[in-house]
């Protein structure tokens, strides 16, 4: 199953961990099949703690070089396939609420691309039928104030809406709880929330969604079934990558 990517090597060789930190699992987490690849669980380090970026002047990027800016399936612990993109996938996931309040998160949530993109780019992965499905995304905004006003405006939608229903094609329909979470000290002014179901196919299930700045762009990282732990590790891995061939191109 496909998720949208917004609401996801360096140098010699990069690599992250995507594996639980011990056994236990967050209340209401769905325990992986036998098959979900895991890695070795190693210490990691001390995260960089987020700074506000220096204002830079316009920067044009292309798909090109946000593409390659982007993890590739060498850089994932291996069991996990690449999945094939398609944007008129018919097994995506899609949101919706009822209420005023959470019209701007459902909107994100639903959205290809960060809302004032000029440039995207995007890669999906997935760990097995059960998960983890892990959605990559890379968004050009041109300037770092327009990177920091996005991010204030999905910390908003986030805070106003408690609830969204999540549809899945095939599996039904689903309430889905919304919370913001402590935030991966990676990149520029990170924000992290969580979806958990409450009923339905879903119930249970999380999906946890991050994005953060690297200066004139914004990455967006979010994990389906995943285990305690993933967000951070490919947060982590995903800016280290994104920074260093931005920086070079």
Known sequence: ?????????????????????????PSGAVSPSASTPTAPVSTP???????????????????????????????????????????????AGTFSSPTSKCKTLVKYLNSEKAPGSKTSAARS????????????????????????????????????????????????????????????EFGEEPFAFKLTGTAGPLEGREFTAATTGIGDVILSVSILAGQEGELDGATEAAVEKARTVLADS
């Not at 703690?49 to 994932?76: C, F, I, N, W």
């Not at 968004?139 to 770092?144: A, H, L, R, Y």
């Open 1 to 25: 199953m496909k998720l949208a990517p917004f609401p996801l090597a360096v140098a010699a060789a990069l690599t992250f961990t995507l594996a639980a930190c011990g056994e236990d699992q």
């Open 45 to 91: 380090a001390e995260p960089t703690p987020s700074e506000t970026p220096t204002e830079v002047g316009p920067t044009q990027r292309t798909k090109s070089e946000l593409t390659k800016a982007l993890l590739e399936l060498k850089d994932l612990p291996s069991g996990f396939s690449l999945e094939p993109e398609d944007s008129d996938d018919e097994s």
């Open 125 to 184: 992965f997935s760990g097995s039928q059960e998960g983890p499905y892990i959605d990559f995304g890379i968004d050009s905004m041109v300037t770092t104030k327009a990177v920091r006003k996005l991010q204030t405006s999905y910390k908003e939608a986030v805070e106003s809406c408690k609830k969204v229903t999540m549809r899945v094609p095939g599996q039904g329909s689903s309430p889905m709880e919304v919370v913001e979470i402590p935030a991966p």
